[in-house]
Each structure stands twice: as structure tokens, then as C-alpha cells.
């Protein structure tokens, strides 16, 4: 019996395998990708896809292309030209951070790194405490809130907006258009999820090109801070043009909104489904460290990594030759059980954790302490302040296959 189990398992995930193309994915991979993760990382860890990509599921060899910038590159003007042809999506993701090499990338990076020093991000932490509070207040007062939509997707917007210097009346479109610009990143776009990037990069584009000429003058009545390092930031006696400025200031917007947004709303729907680890938090708030970065591990908020060969190289004993698209699974590599014990079990007190869900090598998140912050410091006070909570309602996942978070997740205060 035992036997016939093992087998039915075993041809489910070579059918897994054996059918397994990014650009095609379904429902069921896009609820639950991980079942797929583990029949690539076990039967075919280093897949080439129909379109002659690779596909790596490995910690370690996630790890390997990360550190070796030279032989895999980030920049994306020769892999999104078919995807993007002459867009605005195409010369916003071309020209933002992340999507560079060095020189281009060393340099904003540089110009932006005192905004996340340890005396920057203490500055900031007061603030961030009082908006998580004011949110809480409210929630409390109605019995209740959505985790993602009233909380913590209403917190990176705030602080990011902060150190851009948007005033609070203007911020309204801002998440909009980032899961817009974001959402363009899926595998195979459709062509009204193409249509609505455009438009939020031109309309996000021309309101922050007004932004930064009304800074120029003098005209932000608080805040900034991170515009100013962009705006008048020198790095070798070179500035960024306006070009670069505005598309810099959109990446720092999806990536903090991004990120942050999905670690809290997926750490609270992992807490509520393991009952145990939230009692255990709960009964351990110290333990809210660990958690995070548990969280972050086991529903990585950016699934998929992309890198090219520029020479000929070898990854996991298999041969790439230069000019392969690379895709770096971070969701797999994250349940990968040669680097995690149990890599499906959710454990707040996990260490070490050496996961891959800020990248590494030159490219890690620029922001990851202030991410860790945030995630910290809203899902402690929640727990601090809300003796209980349970789901008050179906919630609803993002349906991306890139970005793995919820676009809502309705919760009740109180017990049953």
C-alpha cells in the first residue's frame, strides 16, 4: 500500500515536471506553487522551459548565480525588448535599480544608502510606531479590519510616501499604480494587465516629474528625505538625469509597498494557520525577530529572480551558455530541505535562517532592514494589542505567480 502511494506521488510530480512552463501556470500552482517547487527541485532542479530558459529550485545554486554578478547580469534591455518593445514599462524597468549592473546600479545605490543607516531607520521607527497604532485604533474600534487593504498595505505607502515627500492628500493613486507596474512582471502578461503598466508608469511619471520640480523649489511642506538624497546626491561628481530620478523614485515605491505589504498580510494568514506558532508568539513576544524572518522564508513575497549569462557557465553540473535567461526560484530555494529542516513547517524560532527572500550578492534588497522593521514592529503590535483574532471571511490571493501575497484578508477581533 505504502509502495502504491509512493508511486501515485512519484508520476504526480513527473507530470509536474514533464509540464511545467512559467509563462502557462493555473489556478492551483498560483494558490499553492509549492508542490511544483518540490517535484522541479527533486526531479529536475536546474529545468530548462520550452522557451530555453532555466528554471533553478536550489538553495545553493540560487545562491551561486546571486554572488557571481559578472557572469549573470541584471539588466533587462536585451530580455524585456520582445516583452515591453518601446514602452514606458520597457524604460522604467530598464532604468530603475534593481534591473541594472554596475556602474548604473553601484550609483543610485550609493546615492540612497544613508537613508537606510541605523540612525535614519531609528528616526524613522517613531513614526512608523504611531501610524501602526493609528490604523489599530480604528480596526479596534470597528471589531475588526482587512489585514491587507486597511493595514499593511496602508503602512509601506505612508513611510514611503514620507521620504518621498508626497503629501498625504496626493497618495491616493500610489498603490495602484504599483501593483500595476508590478503586476506587468508576470511571466506572460496579459495585454490589459500590459495597457493598465503603461498607464500607471505615464501617470506616475508625469505626477512625480511635477513632484521633483516642486522640491527643486522649495515647495514640500515635510518629508523628503530620500528625494533629497536622489535629487541632490552626487556620486563621482555625477548626478542621476530626471530620467533616472523619476524611474528611481517609482522602483523605491513598488519595492517598499511590495514587499512590506505582502510579509505582514502573508505572516498573519501563517500565523492563523498554524495556530500553534501564534500561541507560541504570543506567549514568546521576543521571539517576533525570528518570526519575521520565518515569515519571510516560508511565503517569500518575491517568488521569481531573473538573471542572464554573459559568458558560457555551469550551474548545478548543467551547462549554460551565455545569453540563457535565468529564472532564480526564491519560493523554492526557501523550501529547500538540504538548507531548511522541515522546510514546510512554519517555526518562529527557526535558526538559523538563511533564507534568499531579499536576494543576495550586490543586488540584496537595499531595503531589507527597513522591511524587517515594519514587519516587526506591525505584526508585534498587533499581537500586543489583539488578545485574538480570526478570519472573517474568504479572503482573496493576489494571482501572481511573481509576487506571492493576498489582495485581501478580512479579519474579526474577538473570539468565536
Not at 474600534?141 to 508626497?166: E, F, K
Not at 519571510?296 to 529572480?305: A, D
Not at 522541515?342 to 524560532?349: C, F, I, N, W, Y
Request: one cysteine or more.
Amino acid at each position: 500500500m505504502a509502495a502504491g502511494r509512493a508511486g501515485e506521488a512519484g508520476g504526480r510530480d513527473e507530470a509536474l515536471v514533464r509540464g511545467f512552463d512559467l509563462r502557462k501556470v493555473g489556478p492551483d500552482f498560483l494558490e499553492n506553487p509549492y508542490p511544483t517547487y518540490h517535484a522541479l527541485r527533486r526531479l529536475s532542479p536546474v529545468h530548462r522551459c520550452p522557451d530555453g530558459s532555466l528554471f533553478l529550485t536550489r538553495w545553493d545554486d540560487l545562491n551561486r548565480v546571486y554572488r557571481d554578478h559578472e557572469g549573470f547580469s541584471s539588466d533587462k534591455t536585451v530580455e524585456f525588448r520582445p516583452k515591453y518593445g518601446d514602452s514606458p514599462l520597457y524604460r522604467h524597468h530598464t532604468t530603475s535599480l534593481v534591473f541594472n549592473d554596475p556602474p548604473k546600479h553601484s550609483r543610485v545605490r550609493r546615492l540612497l544608502a544613508p537613508a537606510f543607516t541605523p540612525r535614519a531607520l531609528r528616526l524613522l521607527e517613531a513614526r512608523f510606531v504611531a501610524l501602526v497604532d493609528g490604523l489599530l485604533d480604528k480596526a479596534e474600534a470597528r471589531g475588526g479590519m482587512d489585514v491587507v487593504t486597511d493595514y499593511a498595505a496602508s503602512l509601506p505607502v505612508q513611510i514611503i510616501g514620507d521620504m518621498l515627500g508626497v503629501p498625504e492628500a496626493e497618495r491616493g493613486p500610489l498603490r495602484d499604480w504599483s501593483l500595476a507596474i508590478l503586476g506587468a512582471l508576470e511571466p506572460l502578461p496579459s495585454q490589459a494587465a500590459l495597457d493598465w503598466g503603461n498607464r500607471s508608469v505615464t501617470e506616475f511619471s508625469d505626477y512625480l516629474a511635477g513632484h521633483v520640480a516642486r522640491y527643486r523649489r522649495g515647495g514640500l511642506a515635510e518629508g523628503g528625505e530620500v528625494l533629497g538624497l536622489l535629487v541632490d546626491g552626487e556620486v563621482e561628481g555625477e548626478r542621476l538625469s530626471d530620467e533616472e530620478l523619476v524611474q528611481n523614485c517609482i522602483f523605491l515605491l513598488n519595492a517598499g509597498h511590495e514587499t512590506t505589504t505582502n510579509l505582514i498580510g502573508n505572516g498573519v494568514a501563517a500565523l492563523l494557520g498554524h495556530p500553534g506558532e501564534l500561541a507560541r508568539l504570543r506567549a514568546e513576544p521576543s521571539l517576533i525577530e525570528s518570526a519575521v524572518e520565518e515569515f519571510l522564508r516560508f511565503e517569500s513575497s518575491n517568488q521569481l529572480g531573473n538573471r542572464r549569462a554573459v559568458t558560457d557557465a555551469e550551474v548545478g553540473g548543467v551547462a549554460v551558455p551565455a545569453g540563457t535567461l535565468v529564472t532564480l526560484c526564491i519560493g523554492a530555494a526557501n523550501r529547500d530541505p538540504a538548507q531548511f529542516a522541515e522546510p514546510d513547517r512554519l517555526d518562529v524560532a527557526r535558526r538559523p535562517n538563511r533564507h534568499l527572500a531579499f536576494g543576495g550578492g550586490i543586488h540584496a534588497c537595499a531595503g531589507m532592514t527597513l522591511a524587517r522593521l515594519e514587519g516587526r514592529i506591525a505584526i508585534g503590535r498587533l499581537l500586543a494589542r489583539v488578545p485574538s483574532f480570526r478570519p472573517a471571511g474568504p479572503f482573496t490571493r493576489g494571482g501572481r505567480a511573481r509576487f506571492r501575497g493576498f489582495l485581501s484578508y478580512p479579519v474579526t477581533f474577538g473570539e468565536t
